[in-house]
């Protein structure tokens, strides 16, 4: 077997056995491929642009927050690091304007009251039915998780490619490409009442109502209050809602990259040596034994 | 290689140590002085690479048990907390569902190294039936594993895969109503899962020892297939192997880490970032990568009974390999038949992979089949009768021989199987 089809045996094999990875490409209707956007937190060295998460924040605060929860996020994590960047007052201004539910208090009540930096998101409904019967049977899901819980089919080879090209983006991608999303159905297409046309969507017919349209949120610091603008911010801060450790997790990834190459490099030469008397036996000098 | 010398204590404890509790020559003979083919590939570094991800995935595995709550309203939040609150929990569990994937890619390429060189014939039978044994072990840890976060996927791929035990006659149901701890998937599941996700590592460990001892007694295979005759075959452990091991575990540690800190959920499910919800079947449930063939064989035969039957003997053939193939020549590098053959056996597990990502319909069906019937041709049809017909190619004498040419003065002219 000579190098050549060594190398190319590897090659394969490697390459196959992390391409076999995942991704069951579903035959259900199928809805079109979501644009790839340019993301601020793409690639090796992408970070979150604190302004953007601020700005999707707000959207999330006034739109999203009348019927999708955020269960996991605490409101100090808004002033956590690598997050949209609110100083801890700030981030305790924010939570007293919220009303969370507490108790029971001395005489056995539940009650109301303002929240603190220590609190998680409160819900807009206190549990799935409620949300089921006030939403005409649709469960709006928790957004927490929301970003990594959802991405599209990329089919083959685009999955093998995607692993070299570090492309992680397929959930922001895929919620900016449903809030742009709502057409006219195609002919052909009955959409039943209480569901809207949304070529982006599996299968066609999303529950949600379209929740966003140009102008509807002020933004303070000049940027483009578009719909596709408010598609990629909010999309942007649901990435960080499900992975808020991305800036720690890519600076740390480079430091590790290069211990690791250069302790690679020094291990190669380390064995080089080691082995040369076995490989080149001619050029040593006679052994004694 | 001049000579393997015994172990000579070099300090007064281990003196003393030495004639009480001889640890210091059982290392020193095992991992030292303990004489290894000089003509080792790279190929072989992966039985280090395993054993190293062996220990990563116990030290992440027993820091994110410290932090993880096995019950079905808690694990899914449980896990998300180890990610958000818990110092270093991202990585923590990056690197051991990572890891996991890792392992398997490992075993696979060691498994597939084995199956190339013929490391499975005599003398190392009882070898090659531990390493089998690992592999189902690394199989039910892994897959319980993925259990734990109580995802979407962990849930359904629990209902699916327990499922199968309901295809045995009679008492099916019964098992699976046992192993479940119920009459559905729950929360003593979940408990079960968890407890024996953290023994079976253990047993795993114990394994992993009996392989390397058997490893020992038998010696190592090499890329020609022949025994190592004289001292001039073989090197020392350490430094030679210790350190090629070493070089190879940096880059596989390179391209791990690729997937932890860049594509940390590439090798994933998005579904698991969806907590499991019973009354909500998924479109199409896949399980981990690394089940792919062996699920795409399941589900290419119509009966479920049948299908399950071949699933387990995909998997158990292998420990029979060593008396399905009759032949005397070990490596592939002297069978030119087998060599091809072998090659499309695995294109054939490769091309299963795919089509077990794929829905079940239409010309994937076929060509799931096709692939199935020639995996077990491979074994049941081809091995045995390779061996009565095959013409092989000469072997060399030694391993020296192979690696310097006939006439070895000529030294560097017969690098071929270096690396």
Not at chain 1, 4 to 33: C, D, N, R, W, Y
Not at chain 1, 56 to 64: D, T
Not at chain 1, 228 to 255: C, H, I, N, T
Request: a positive charge; one cysteine or more.
């Amino acid at each position: 077997m000579s190098r050549h089809s060594k190398i190319i045996t590897a090659t394969v094999l490697a390459v196959v056995l992390f391409g076999t990875a995942s991704l069951s490409a579903s035959a259900q209707e199928a809805a079109a491929t979501p644009p790839k956007q340019k993301w601020s937190f793409a690639g090796p060295f992408g970070q979150y642009d604190p302004q953007q998460l601020q700005r999707g924040f707000k959207i999330y605060r006034e739109v999203c927050s009348t019927c999708h929860s955020l269960k996991l996020l605490s409101f100090r994590n808004l002033a956590d690091p690598g997050g949209p960047g609110f100083t801890e007052a700030q981030a305790a201004a924010i939570a007293a304007t919220f009303q969370v539910p507490d108790g029971p208090n001395d005489q056995g009540q539940m009650f109301q009251r303002a929240g603190k930096i220590s609190d998680y998101f409160p819900s807009p409904f206190p549990n799935d039915q409620a949300a089921r019967a006030a939403l005409g049977g649709g469960l709006p899901p928790d957004m927490s998780t929301l970003a990594k819980a959802r991405t599209y089919e990329e089919g083959f080879p685009g999955f093998i490619v995607d692993a070299f090209t570090m492309y992680q983006e397929q959930g922001p991608d895929y919620i900016h490409a449903i809030i742009n999303g709502y057409t006219a159905a195609p002919a052909g297409v009955t959409v039943t009442p209480g569901t809207y046309y949304n070529k982006y969507f599996p299968g066609g017919a999303i529950k949600m109502p379209p929740p966003l349209r140009d102008g509807q949120v002020q933004y303070t610091d000049g940027t483009p209050q578009t719909l596709d603008q408010y598609g990629r911010d909010v999309a942007a801060f649901l990435m960080w809602a499900s992975e808020p450790k991305l800036d720690q997790r890519k600076q740390l990834g480079f430091q590790v990259m290069i211990f690791l190459i250069v302790f690679a490099g020094l291990l190669y030469f380390t064995k080089k040596k080691v082995w040369h008397a076995v490989e080149y036996p001619e050029a040593e000098q006679p052994r004694a034994s | 290689m001049s000579g393997h010398p015994t172990y000579q204590p070099q300090s007064a404890f281990m003196r003393w140590l030495e004639r009480r509790l001889p640890i210091g020559s059982l290392i020193y003979s095992s991992f030292v002085a303990y004489p290894t083919p000089r003509n080792l590939n790279y190929w072989w570094t992966f039985g280090g690479i395993l054993t190293f991800m062996l220990l990563v995935q116990m030290i992440t595995g027993i820091v994110l048990a410290m932090h993880y709550t096995p019950n079905v309203n808690l694990a899914f939040d449980s896990v998300e907390g180890i990610m958000r609150d818990v110092n270093y929990g991202w990585l923590l569990r990056y690197i051991h569902a990572n890891g996991a994937s890792f392992f398997f890619v490992a075993v696979y390429i060691h498994i597939a190294r084995g199956m190339y060189y013929g490391s499975y014939k005599e003398p190392r039978e009882v070898l090659w039936i531990l390493g089998v044994i690992l592999f189902l072990l690394m199989v039910a840890t892994g897959f319980m594993g993925y259990v734990l976060p109580w995802g979407q996927m962990s849930f359904w791929a629990a209902t699916v895969i327990t499922n199968l035990f309901s295809a045995i006659p009679l008492v099916g149901h019964g098992i699976v109503t046992w192993l479940w701890g119920g009459f559905a998937v729950g929360n003593p599941t979940l408990n079960r899962f968890y407890s024996l996700h953290y023994l079976l590592p253990f047993v795993i460990a114990g394994v992993v020892m009996l392989h390397i001892w058997a490893l020992h007694v038998a010696g190592q295979n090499n890329p020609t297939g022949v025994e190592p005759k004289s001292e001039k075959d073989t090197v020392a452990f350490t430094p030679y192997a210790t350190v090629k091991d070493a070089f190879f575990v940096a880059l596989f540690c390179i391209v791990f880490a690729w997937f932890i800190f860049y594509i940390p959920n590439y090798l994933g499910h998005s579904d698991n970032y969806i907590p499991a919800n019973p009354s909500q079947t998924p479109t199409h449930i896949v399980p981990e990568w690394y089940y792919l063939p062996f699920y795409a064989i399941l589900r290419a035969i119509p009966s479920k009974l049948l299908g399950v039957t071949a699933l387990a003997t995909s998997i158990i053939v292998l420990a029979f390999m060593p008396w399905l193939d009759t032949s005397a020549v070990r490596s592939a590098n002297y069978r030119p038949l087998y060599r091809q053959f072998l090659l499309i056996y695995f294109a054939a597990v490769i091309g299963l992979g795919y089509l077990g990502s794929q829905e079940p319909v239409g010309g994937y069906v076929i060509a799931a089949r096709l692939l199935t019937a020639y995996y077990f041709a491979f074994f049941f049809i081809i091995l045995p009768l390779l061996g009565l017909f095959e013409k092989t190619k000469p072997l060399p004498n030694s391993i020296s021989e192979a690696v310097l040419g006939k006439d070895v003065s000529a030294g560097a002219s017969g690098k071929a199987y270096k690396g």
